[in-house]
């Protein structure tokens, strides 16, 4: 499955972005999808993931009760709205799908989010 990140960009501290991130198949409803970050020099790290049927999520710390993941199987489309931004939230942003949370097999290409202070 192929998947495209789209809505990144710049935005300052406090304000807020939507990320979506379309898959080129149909099966999508089938996969859990995830979000994961890689800022500049550190490794990637786990974001927020949602199951198939979108009833069931988990968070980072970092990031729980400012970003929220969401999907819309009619769509092929996973959304992270994230909202409270901190210059530390800076980073490439990547979707990923897998059979179950936890194992994700198939990568976007990422989209960049700067946070300015």
């Known amino acids: 499955v192929q998947l495209v990140e789209s809505g990144g960009g710049l935005v300052q501290a406090g304000g807020s972005l939507r990320l979506s991130c379309t898959a080129s198949?149909?099966?999508?409803?089938?996969?859990?999808m995830g979000w994961f970050r890689q800022a500049p020099g550190k490794e990637r790290e786990f974001v927020a993931d949602?199951?198939?049927?979108?009833?069931?999520?988990n968070y980072a710390d970092s990031v729980k009760g400012r970003f929220t993941i969401s999907r819309d199987n009619a769509k092929n489309t996973l959304y992270l709205q994230m909202n409270g931004l901190k210059p530390e939230d800076r980073a490439v942003y990547y979707c990923?799908?897998?059979?179950?949370?936890?194992?994700?097999?198939?990568w976007g290409q990422g989209t960049q989010v700067t946070v300015s202070s």
């Open positions: 949602i199951n198939w049927r979108g009833d069931n999520t």
């Open positions: 198949e149909r099966t999508f409803s089938s996969y859990a």
């Open positions: 990923a799908a897998g059979i179950y949370t936890g194992k994700f097999d198939y």
